[in-house]
C-alpha cells in the first residue's frame, strides 16, 4: 500500500498522477508516497446529505503535503472532526473501502475504492 | 462582421413536473419558435444541452427525438453535455453555428428531468462528474461548496450571515418570477436556522432539484428584424476548463474557469466589468454567488459579500445580480440553468421583465459546470 504522488522532471508534483504534468507538460515519471508524511488541513467539511454507500455524515478535508520545497494537495476524509481547524496537522491512515462501490452510480470495477483517511495528529 | 441575434426565447416552468425530459424539451422548444413566428422545418441547426437524460431515465438520443417532435427533421442536431454548463455550452454551440455561417437559423434548447430521483441519488449522478480519487471519498458538489466556503469566510473575515443574505435576496427575486420553482420570501434567520448540509453551508444555501427546460433561437443580425422586431445580440462569449481534480487548485476560493472565460467574453465585447448592467450568476451554493461576482471583475477579491451585505447586487443596487431568482429560487435543471440565465436576460433587455424588470443595456450570465470545472461566459446586449 502507498498513497503516491506523481513527480515530473521538472519536480512539480501532482496527486493523483495525469498523463502529462499539468504545471508543464512534462511526463511524470516518479511516484512519492505521502504515506509516512504528515499533512495541513487547507479547509474542511462535513457533509450531511452523501450519496448512496458514502458514510454520513462524512467529513472531508483538502491536505496540503510539502515535498522537498514543492506543495502537494489532497482531498480525503477525515477520521474525526473534533478539534479540526485550518492549519491543524493530520497524518494518513489506510482504510480498505472508503464507500460502498455497489451503492453508488460508478461502475465498481473502474476504479480503485480503498485510499488514506486523514487522523488527527 | 454580422452578429448573431437571439430573435426568440422561452422557458418553462420549473419544479417538480410530470412531464419527462423529451415533452419538457418539446414544450420550452415550440414556445421559442412560436415566439419568434419560425417554423421546426426553418432551422439548420438544433442543438440539445442536457447532462444526463440516460442517467436520470433512460432516454438518450434526445435531440432525434426534439427533431422529429418540433418538426425539425433534416435540421442537423447535436447534444451538448458539459455537466451543469451544458446551458452555456449549448449557446457557445449555438453561437458558432450561426457565426460561422453554418446555420442561418438556430435553436438551442436546455432541459433536464431530475425530481423522479431521490435528492442522494440526484446527488450521486451528479457527484460522477469527479475524478476517481475524489469519488471514492464521497466528495460531492455540497461537499466542495462547504469546502471552499469554510476557506473563505476564514480568509475574508466575511461573516456567516452574508452567504445567508444571498439566499434572502434570490427568494426574493424569484417571488416575481412566475416560472420559478419558489415564489416564497425567505428570512435570514430561516437561512441560517436551517438543517446544516455541508458544514458551514446550510440547506438555504442550495439550489434545489428540479425538472424544466428554456429555449433560444439564433440567426444572424442581419435578418433578425425580419423575425421579430426586438433582438438582443450575442456580443461575447467565452469558455474555459478548470481542474478536474478540484483539490488541485491553488486557491480554492478563485474559480480561474470564470476568470478566464470572462476575460475572452469581456475582449470579444470589446466590454469590462464595469459596463454590466446586470448579471445572472451560477448560484448552486450561495458562495458561488460572492465567488463569481469576484472572478468577473464586479468586485475585488474578499469583497463580494460585502457587495450582498450592502445590497448593490439587490434588484433596486447598482449592479442587480440574479433578478430571475437565480438556480437558488428558480431551481436548477441542469442542462437548461445556462440556457434559462440567458432568457432572463432577453426578457430584462426587451423590456418585458414584468415586476422584476430593472434598467440596463448589457447583461452578463455566468453557467458554471462541476466547481468551476466548465464555465460559459455569455454578454448579452440591446442592439
Redesign the interface.
Known sequence: MSFDAHRCPNGHV???GHTRC?ECGEEQTETVDLAERTGTV???????????G??EP?H???VEFSVEGESV?????LTTANGVE?GSEVEPVYEEE??DPEA???EPD??????YRFEPV | MDRVAIIGASMTAFGDRDAWVRELLAEAGDAALRDAGVDGDDLDHLYVSNMASGEFEGQTGVPNALAHDLGALGAYTQRVDQTSASGGAGIYAAWQSVASGASEMTLLVGGEKMTHKTTSEATDVIASLTHPVEYKHGATLPGFAGLAARKYLDEYDAPRESLGKVAVKNHRNGVDNPHAQFRKEVDLETVLNSPIIADPLRLYDFCPITDGSAALLFCPESVAEEYADDYVVVSGIGGATDTHVVHEREDPTTMQGVVESSEVAYEMADRGPEDVDLAELHDMFTILEFLQSEDLGFFEKGEGWQAVEDGVTDRDGDLPINTSGGLKSKGHPLGASGVAQAYELYVQLLGEAGDRQVEGSVGLACNVGGFDNCVTTTILEQP
Open positions: 501532482t496527486y493523483p499539468p487547507v479547509t474542511w467539511t462535513t457533509s450531511q446529505a452523501t450519496p448512496p458514502v458514510r462524512n472531508l478535508a483538502i494537495r489532497a482531498l480525503g476524509q485550518i472508503l464507500r453508488g452510480i460508478r473502474s476504479q480503485e475504492w480503498d485510499g
